[in-house]
């Protein structure tokens, strides 16, 4: 079984940036694409960013140039910086474990996912 602890998610006014933060265990990065997903009120959960077992990331078209993931494998810490953040970004941000060397970003197929961190972006 594969933990997943995120953290970071807090109220930003728009603009702004926050850093959310997912400890996995160490084994996770050779074995496994690490993810966030979100999931805003009514909708459907969807894959945001997402970094391979070789380290190459794929980042979502709605999140291009203002979002970067990172993972850091000394640390067992992936991680979600985001900036710019708006009224769209609001959502309960989830930590993913995929069983493939590439994010598919198709939820059904992970393994394992975090408690979530809620972000709020309002003025």
């Known amino acids: 079984h594969v933990q997943l602890v995120e953290s970071g998610g807090d109220s930003v006014q728009p603009g702004g940036s926050l850093r959310l933060s997912c400890e996995a265990p160490g084994y996770t990065a050779s074995a496994y694409c690490l993810a966030w997903f979100r999931q805003r009120l009514g909708q459907a959960r969807e894959g945001v960013a997402g970094?391979?077992?070789?380290?190459?990331?794929r980042v979502a078209d709605s999140v291009k140039g203002r979002f970067t993931i990172s993972r850091d494998n000394a640390k067992n810490t992936l991680s979600l910086q985001m900036n710019s953040l708006n009224s769209e970004d609001t959502a309960m941000y989830y930590c993913?474990?995929?069983?493939?060397?590439?994010?598919?970003?198709?939820?059904?197929?992970?393994?394992?996912w975090g408690q979530g961190t809620q972000v709020t972006v309002s003025s």
């Open positions: 970094i391979g077992t070789d380290g190459v990331s």
């Open positions: 993913a474990a995929e069983p493939n060397n590439v994010c598919s970003f198709a939820h059904s197929v992970v393994d394992y």
